[in-house]
């Protein structure tokens, strides 16, 4: 069975600096991806990065990249030049290459921007 | 251009009523996955379909609760005569090639329909 865990129920960082937020995963299985999401308190689901278990690059997007630790099963996420926008719980979550993809989420943190 | 459109939003239902939540995939999208929120949790998924299909209905609770995705129209998830336990924010999420896992798999949100039973 697969299994996402974030340890960390919240975060604060300043305004404009760099965070660092947990994730660590389980799987048997040797192809699978990585996502983010961010949940603002509007309750919306924003996908923000993705990461396949094959890609040799840890992937970016903006100010979003995630450090990508295969052996260790770790997929943190980065925020560079943190916003106070930023502010909203952060899920990480995993799906398996041939299921049903559905989507495997860990219970996600709260990150908290101060200016 | 429109994303995957869930109502209502919001629903409040008295125990032992039935509770429908109706969703639209993205234009193109045939894949559909319905997930569960409780208060202070993670997603759990609840069920996957396709068009006229279930795939993938794991997660789903064996009593009460169904979910339909017909040829035409949007797909449906029925839940029938809730109890307290169910007010959760359920979303549901479309895709354009799952069956092999990279960014096309990604899977777009719907805004939820917050379900509160009385």
């Known amino acids: 069975a697969q299994k996402i865990t974030q340890t960390q129920p919240g975060m604060f960082v300043q305004e404009k600096e760099a965070v660092t937020l947990d994730c660590t995963y389980d799987?048997?299985?040797?192809?699978?991806?990585l996502f983010w999401y961010k949940q603002p308190s509007s309750g919306e689901m924003i996908f923000l990065i993705y990461?396949?278990?094959?890609?040799?690059q840890n992937a970016t997007e903006g100010r979003y990249s995630l450090n990508f630790q295969k052996a260790r099963k770790s997929a943190n996420l980065v925020i560079s030049a943190s916003q106070l926008g930023d502010s909203a719980m952060y899920f990480c979550?995993?799906?398996?290459?041939?299921?049903?993809?559905?989507?495997?989420f860990g219970k996600g943190m709260k990150l908290t921007v101060n200016p | 251009n429109a994303g995957v459109m869930q109502n209502p939003r919001h629903l409040v239902r008295r125990r032992g009523q039935e509770a429908r939540l109706r969703c639209s995939p993205m234009?193109?999208?045939?894949?559909v996955y319905w997930y569960r929120q409780l208060p202070e949790e993670g997603l759990k998924f609840m069920v996957y379909?396709?068009?006229?299909?279930?795939?993938?209905e794991s997660g789903m609770p064996k009593e009460r609760f169904s979910a339909e995705f017909p040829k035409e129209g949007p797909s449906i998830l029925r839940i029938q005569q809730v109890v307290r336990g169910d007010s959760a924010a359920y979303f549901c999420?479309?895709?354009?090639?799952?069956?092999?896992?990279?960014?096309?798999?990604?899977?777009?949100f719907g805004p939820g329909t917050r379900l509160t039973v009385l």
């Open positions: 979550a995993m799906s398996i290459q041939g299921g049903s993809e559905k989507l495997v």
């Open positions: 234009k193109g999208h045939s894949h």
């Open positions: 990461q396949g278990s094959y890609d040799q």
């Open positions: 799987t048997s299985d040797p192809s699978y991806g």
């Open positions: 379909l396709q068009k006229e299909n279930i795939i993938d």
């Open positions: 999420a479309s895709s354009l090639l799952p069956g092999r896992v990279g960014p096309y798999n990604e899977q777009f």
